[in-house]
């Protein structure tokens, strides 16, 4: 059994311009079937507005599509009561771009790696503050962390800490909504092997979503490209990343600006 | 052929104050900018390259000083002259683009009227005339239909068409020296190749001085004549783009070249997560804590700032040593 | 070292906060303990001590039924000050649920309540309460709940305001997603992001109502007669203020503490979170 199905995913959103006006709509998602095994990481790019995150948004139960279904663990997302969608949200969880927001200044480290677990098991403090703990280890932030705010922290140790937060339930899929973009080079690297040794240990699957390229072919083991709403391609074998036949895939490929100087890209018109 | 820079900055320190303590950002900063030249700065958050960059146009923050250096513009030290001086350099001989598009416009105006107020502050001219001259600037950026952009209000372009507006507005005032603050790091991979062929065409035509600011060394590698690495405060080294990319002498430098993604599916080591940078005013290596190379003689290092080759300088002791006095 | 300008300008803060905390906790204080501190029975007439100047037995005097000022001052801080936060803590125990319900939950119930807010809102809320206490009839409860009534929905709307800027933050959707139920998250994340701006608005607002519940009592809507009220003691003594101007200045004087005091601490509270949230930023 697959571990997430979508089947023919729509999704469109009104635009209200004016009162005169009429109402226009805008397909975000149009048709979009995709399913992804246990324990492998998928690369969804595209360039910004091509739909990517409302598809990742609808997986997460966070939007409703307008038709068609998500099938997690064989169950349709869209279709549960609350108690057995909290039951399958265990195993779906999420890291955003913006890891200042997604923390809350108000908490320490601590409190807000333990939410999950306080929601999903019954501990005592002393094995919630164990269990915290060996995630800080995990996610190599050190123990003293656990007591301070997220102010004290870079945006790099602040990703590591959203990501502990994201595994605390032993998830079986993390959707990374361009969990990396936004960070310096090197600490890019340290995400994405974090991620890699992560999925390793703890047989996750990866929804990577990004529209970078470059990190995309770094994590992922298949990858699908988004453009205006649709699927435009699809690639298994990521060794075959130059082969990219689509205009979309292709345009995407010569952004990618070449490790050395003197390969002008600029001066290509 | 070696032309007068127009922007030298000597010796530059800035400090901060907290309410708890005095930290100090930028330590002991000097580059030179010439016309038609792209200077990159390149840096991790919180190197100090954004506040280096501030300052420029002394556009720091109240808590946020300049301690000593000077930053000379045409014979003009823009440290001390006044303010209305200032005030006319910026835009008019000194222009800025930042990393936020979305935040750099009005949204409840036009591209068009955004345009013409720019354009009228710096020149004397009619609204018509400057209306013609922003068709014409915008014509430039090969966005399409630049007639109706002209029309569309900020919210309705995308992040990537409007910092090429934003430039072609920079562009209109033909500046001799553009600071470009991370441009196209809020921007897809697309739409950056865009803005970085724009920013070209204006170092080319304008024969504008760019003064380039970035964590992406690709960026770097596409535009940049020079380039400035900075860590913790300090240019630990700086040299001509080549010669930076073929043989990097800081640990920092090599660091930051070997983990570049590419398009290959190589394995790249990550270093130590740890990067504090100490705030005091100790004179210490800033990379002694996360160098791999690091021994005793770099506890004892007095920062020196060296040439090596022409125009290739370094900051490390262990570079020192190996070449010798 | 100069001090800039910010750190100036926090001392300064720190000043008028302390000043007006002793003020207001001064106040406190006086209701509490007004019938140790009077020096008569407030509400004893005796006319043939009317209108007396300043005395020992009478410290600043009688007024038209010879009835001690101060005594009068110092109970009317009671009624003023305790129909003020009465007013404010109801006010606070509907509009906060109903903002907070407003904002996070949004959709059909929001539009509803936008609606609601709307309705009463169209009319200029002071004048609405005093034709509440109209139809209701004057009286310290009737004077209570018309305000509450009325302006409920002021702060109703704002706090709805307020958690729609946090609701939006990644931290509550990663709440959602790690299965927080709503009850948590807005006890967990909502409230303690939202409290301290509410609190500053409820003491930057707590002299209007003084000013309101003073006003309605002038006339002669609010706090019934004999009791010991500011705004009422302004409007009795309004028939003799030419030849007894100080009748009416002394409960003036009071209402104009009081009001400076409670909106400078609002003031300054707000400085000094806004402060802590600016410094947390910069680390």
Same mark, same amino acid.
């Given at each position: 059994?697959?571990?997430?199905?979508?089947?023919?995913?729509?999704?469109?959103?009104?635009?209200?311009?004016?009162?005169?006006?009429?109402?226009?709509?805008?397909?975000?998602?149009?048709?979009?079937?995709?399913?992804?095994?246990?324990?492998?990481?998928?690369?969804?790019v595209?360039?910004?507005?091509?739909?990517k995150?409302?598809?990742?948004?609808?997986?997460?139960?966070?939007?409703?599509?307008?038709?068609?279904?998500?099938?997690?663990?064989?169950?349709?997302?869209?279709?549960?009561?609350?108690?057995?969608?909290?039951?399958?949200?265990?195993?779906?969880?999420?890291?955003?771009?913006?890891?200042?927001?997604a923390?809350?200044?108000?908490?320490?480290?601590?409190?807000?790696?333990?939410?999950?677990?306080?929601?999903?098991?019954?501990?005592?403090?002393?094995?919630?503050?164990?269990?915290?703990?060996?995630?800080?280890?995990?996610?190599?932030?050190?123990?003293e962390?656990?007591?301070?705010?997220?102010?004290?922290?870079?945006g790099?140790?602040?990703?590591?800490?959203?990501?502990?937060?994201?595994?605390?339930?032993?998830?079986?899929?993390?959707?990374?909504?361009e969990?990396?973009?936004?960070?310096?080079?090197?600490?890019?690297?340290?995400i994405?092997?974090?991620?890699?040794?992560?999925?390793?240990?703890?047989?996750?699957?990866?929804?990577f979503?990004?529209?970078?390229?470059?990190?995309?072919?770094?994590?992922?083991?298949?990858?699908?490209?988004?453009?205006?709403?649709?699927?435009?391609e699809?690639?298994?074998?990521?060794?075959?990343?130059?082969?990219?036949?689509?205009?979309?895939?292709?345009?995407?490929?010569?952004?990618?600006?070449?490790?050395?100087?003197?390969?002008m890209?600029c001066?290509?018109i | 052929?070696?032309?007068?820079?127009?922007?030298?900055?000597?010796?530059?320190?800035?400090?901060?104050?907290?309410?708890?303590?005095?930290?100090?950002?930028?330590?002991?900063?000097?580059?030179?900018?010439?016309?038609?030249?792209?200077?990159?700065?390149?840096?991790?958050?919180?190197?100090?390259?954004?506040?280096?960059?501030?300052?420029?146009?002394?556009?720091?923050?109240?808590?946020?000083?300049?301690?000593?250096?000077?930053?000379?513009?045409?014979?003009?030290?823009?440290?001390?002259?006044?303010?209305?001086?200032?005030?006319?350099?910026?835009?008019?001989?000194?222009?800025?683009?930042?990393?936020?598009?979305?935040?750099?416009?009005?949204?409840?105006?036009?591209?068009?009227?955004?345009?013409?107020?720019?354009?009228?502050?710096?020149?004397?001219?009619?609204?018509?005339l400057?209306?013609?001259?922003?068709?014409?600037?915008?014509?430039? %950026?090969?966005?399409?239909?630049?007639?109706?952009?002209?029309?569309?209000?900020?919210?309705?372009?995308?992040?990537?068409?409007?910092?090429?507006?934003?430039?072609?507005?920079?562009?209109?005032?033909?500046?001799?020296?553009?600071i470009?603050?991370?441009?196209?790091?809020?921007?897809?991979? %697309?739409?950056?190749?865009?803005?970085?062929?724009?920013?070209?065409?204006?170092?080319?035509?304008?024969? %504008?001085?760019?003064?380039?600011?970035?964590?992406?060394?690709?960026?770097?590698?596409?535009?940049?004549?020079?380039?400035?690495?900075?860590?913790?405060?300090?240019?630990?080294?700086?040299?001509?783009?080549?010669?930076l990319?073929?043989?990097?002498?800081?640990?920092?430098?090599?660091?930051?070249?070997?983990?570049?993604?590419g398009?290959?599916?190589?394995?790249?080591?990550?270093?130590?997560?740890l990067?504090?940078?100490?705030?005091?005013?100790?004179?210490?290596?800033?990379?002694?804590?996360?160098?791999?190379?690091?021994?005793?003689?770099?506890?004892?290092?007095?920062?020196?700032?060296?040439?090596?080759?022409?125009?290739?300088?370094?900051?490390?002791?262990?570079?020192?040593?190996?070449?010798?006095? | 070292?100069?001090?800039?300008?910010?750190?100036?300008?926090?001392?300064?803060?720190?000043?008028?906060?302390?000043?007006?905390?002793?003020?207001?906790?001064?106040?406190?204080?006086?209701?509490?303990?007004?019938?140790?501190?009077?020096p008569?029975?407030?509400?004893?007439?005796?006319?043939?001590?009317?209108?007396?100047?300043?005395?020992?037995?009478?410290?600043?005097?009688?007024?038209?039924?010879?009835?001690?000022?101060?005594?009068?001052?110092?109970?009317?801080?009671?009624?003023?000050?305790?129909?003020?936060?009465?007013?404010?803590?109801?006010?606070?125990?509907?509009?906060?649920?109903?903002?907070?319900?407003?904002?996070?939950?949004?959709?059909?119930?929001?539009?509803?309540?936008m609606?609601?807010?709307?309705?009463?809102?169209?009319?200029?809320?002071?004048?609405?309460?005093?034709?509440?206490?109209?139809?209701?009839?004057?009286?310290?409860?009737?004077?209570?709940?018309?305000?509450?009534?009325?302006?409920?929905?002021?702060?109703?709307?704002?706090?709805?305001?307020?958690?729609?800027?946090?609701?939006?933050?990644?931290?509550?959707?990663?709440?959602?997603?790690?299965?927080?139920?709503?009850?948590?998250?807005?006890?967990?994340?909502?409230?303690?992001?939202?409290?301290?701006?509410?609190?500053?608005?409820?003491?930057?607002?707590?002299?209007?109502?003084?000013?309101?519940?003073?006003?309605?009592?002038?006339?002669?809507?609010?706090?019934?007669?004999?009791?010991?009220?500011?705004?009422?003691?302004?409007?009795?003594?309004?028939?003799?203020?030419?030849?007894?101007?100080?009748?009416?200045?002394?409960?003036?004087?009071?209402?104009?503490?009081?009001?400076?005091?409670?909106?400078?601490?609002?003031?300054?509270?707000?400085?000094?979170?806004?402060?802590?949230?600016?410094?947390?930023?910069?680390?």
């Amino acid at each position: 059994m697959s571990l997430l199905v979508l089947k023919n995913i729509k999704k469109s959103f009104f635009l209200k311009n004016s009162v005169f006006e009429k109402r226009r709509s805008i397909e975000a998602v149009k048709d979009i079937s995709l399913t992804l095994e246990q324990g492998v990481c998928l690369g969804i790019v595209g360039e910004s507005g091509s739909g990517k995150s409302t598809l990742g948004k609808i997986i997460l139960g966070l939007e409703k599509p307008d038709q068609g279904e998500v099938c997690f663990l064989g169950k349709n997302l869209h279709n549960l009561n609350s108690k057995e969608l909290k039951e399958l949200r265990q195993n779906l969880q999420v890291v955003f771009q913006d890891c200042y927001s997604a923390v809350n200044p108000r908490l320490t480290i601590g409190e807000s790696i333990a939410e999950p677990l306080r929601n999903y098991k019954r501990l005592s403090s002393a094995e919630e503050e164990k269990q915290v703990l060996e995630l800080l280890k995990k996610v190599g932030l050190r123990r003293e962390d656990i007591h301070k705010y997220p102010s004290q922290f870079s945006g790099g140790q602040l990703q590591r800490i959203n990501i502990a937060r994201a595994i605390a339930l032993k998830p079986k899929l993390i959707i990374l909504d361009e969990a990396v973009s936004a960070l310096d080079a090197l600490v890019q690297i340290q995400i994405l092997n974090l991620l890699a040794q992560l999925k390793e240990e703890f047989q996750l699957s990866y929804l990577f979503i990004s529209h970078d390229l470059q990190a995309v072919n770094y994590i992922a083991d298949c990858l699908v490209v988004m453009h205006q709403g649709e699927i435009v391609e699809r690639l298994d074998d990521m060794e075959q990343l130059e082969q990219l036949a689509n205009p979309v895939s292709k345009k995407l490929l010569s952004s990618v600006l070449p490790p050395f100087p003197g390969y002008m890209k600029c001066e290509e018109i | 052929m070696r032309h007068q820079p127009i922007l030298t900055v000597n010796n530059l320190n800035i400090s901060v104050s907290t309410p708890l303590e005095v930290v100090h950002p930028v330590r002991d900063v000097n580059f030179a900018l010439q016309s038609g030249k792209v200077l990159g700065i390149v840096g991790e958050s919180g190197s100090g390259k954004t506040l280096t960059c501030m300052s420029l146009l002394r556009l720091l923050p109240e808590n946020v000083k300049v301690e000593f250096g000077s930053i000379n513009y045409r014979n003009q030290n823009l440290l001390e002259c006044s303010a209305e001086d200032i005030r006319k350099v910026r835009g008019n001989d000194i222009a800025m683009i930042m990393q936020n598009p979305m935040i750099a416009f009005n949204p409840v105006r036009t591209i068009e009227s955004h345009f013409i107020e720019t354009i009228r502050t710096h020149l004397p001219i009619t609204k018509r005339l400057a209306r013609k001259v922003a068709v014409e600037y915008l014509e430039k %950026t090969d966005l399409p239909n630049p007639k109706a952009v002209l029309k569309q209000y900020p919210f309705q372009l995308s992040g990537g068409m409007l910092q090429r507006v934003m430039i072609a507005i920079t562009m209109s005032l033909k500046p001799s020296i553009l600071i470009a603050d991370e441009p196209t790091t809020a921007l897809d991979a %697309t739409n950056q190749l865009q803005v970085l062929k724009q920013l070209d065409k204006l170092k080319k035509e304008y024969n %504008t001085g760019i003064l380039l600011v970035t964590h992406d060394l690709g960026v770097i590698a596409q535009l940049a004549d020079e380039v400035a690495v900075m860590y913790g405060g300090y240019i630990v080294e700086k040299a001509p783009v080549l010669k930076l990319f073929n043989q990097p002498m800081h640990p920092y430098t090599r660091v930051l070249l070997e983990s570049r993604l590419g398009l290959t599916r190589k394995k790249i080591q990550s270093v130590s997560p740890l990067s504090t940078y100490s705030k005091n005013n100790d004179k210490k290596c800033p990379f002694l804590d996360r160098c791999e190379e690091a021994n005793h003689s770099c506890t004892s290092y007095n920062l020196e700032y060296r040439e090596y080759e022409k125009d290739h300088f370094v900051r490390c002791v262990k570079i020192h040593e190996s070449v010798g006095n | 070292m100069k001090l800039n300008i910010k750190m100036q300008r926090t001392l300064l803060n720190h000043k008028l906060m302390i000043i007006s905390s002793i003020i207001i906790l001064g106040m406190i204080g006086v209701a509490l303990f007004a019938s140790f501190l009077a020096p008569n029975d407030p509400n004893l007439v005796d006319i043939a001590q009317k209108l007396h100047g300043p005395s020992s037995q009478f410290p600043l005097g009688t007024d038209h039924l010879g009835r001690c000022i101060l005594s009068r001052l110092i109970f009317g801080t009671q009624t003023s000050l305790g129909t003020a936060i009465l007013v404010m803590g109801f006010m606070m125990i509907i509009s906060v649920p109903l903002g907070i319900i407003a904002g996070f939950i949004g959709g059909k119930v929001d539009y509803l309540f936008m609606r609601i807010c709307d309705i009463l809102m169209a009319f200029p809320s002071f004048l609405l309460s005093l034709a509440l206490v109209g139809i209701l009839g004057p009286g310290l409860f009737n004077l209570i709940l018309a305000m509450v009534l009325v302006q409920w929905v002021f702060y109703a709307r704002v706090i709805r305001g307020m958690v729609l800027s946090v609701r939006e933050q990644n931290y509550i959707v990663a709440a959602k997603i790690c299965g927080t139920p709503k009850f948590v998250i807005i006890m967990k994340h909502i409230l303690p992001a939202i409290i301290s701006q509410v609190v500053v608005l409820v003491f930057m607002d707590i002299g209007g109502v003084i000013l309101a519940i003073s006003s309605l009592s002038f006339l002669g809507l609010g706090i019934q007669p004999p009791e010991a009220e500011w705004g009422m003691m302004i409007n009795d003594s309004k028939s003799f203020f030419r030849n007894y101007p100080s009748l009416m200045l002394y409960p003036g004087i009071m209402i104009f503490i009081v009001v400076i005091a409670f909106n400078l601490f609002g003031e300054a509270l707000k400085d000094a979170l806004d402060m802590k949230r600016a410094g947390g930023g910069v680390e």
